[in-house]
């Protein structure tokens, strides 16, 4: 299927898609839309690579949160340095998807998603991905309600006042 003929139920399927083929969770819903602002899938991954398991493994800000932030850059980030008009409309984006994220999901931050300590030990090796790995995930869900917050701010973005933009 066409990107361009893609509803946004299939996407938010894709990004969950992607998480379970592989790709981090920032990858898997930044993967999922980047097709709209022309790029290819190659370029989307490698540019949320570094988000994965809540930052490059640390377990800070989750990485399908950070994806979606992404994407608001994509969307309504300034261009030009001094247009603090411009970034502090994206900044009040991206606070109200943060807002939405953790109300659905409960926190933001990745190690509080997982139920992980901050005392335990952090490394750059990704764990292997085994049925086992995914039934003890929520992982899955929170790309699902990541990529579908996203896909309902799009779905509303021309209704949008910019002092909410969720609303």
Known sequence: MTSDKM???ERIQRAVE???SGYNCSQSVVGAFADMYGFTPEQAF???ASFGAGIGRMRETCGAAC???LLAGLE???VEGPDRAGKAANYATV???AAEFKRRNGALICRELLGRKRSEPITAVPEERTEEYYKKRP???IIE???RIWAEYMAHRGERQASSPLT
Do not use: I, V, Y
């Open 18 to 20: 992607l998480f379970r």
């Open 7 to 9: 509803t946004m139920e």
């Open 95 to 97: 606070q109200a998807l």
């Open 139 to 141: 992982c899955p869900k």
């Open 76 to 78: 309504t980030g300034a």
């Open 67 to 69: 994806g979606m932030f």
């Open 145 to 147: 309600e990541a990529a």
């Open 46 to 48: 490698r540019m949320s």
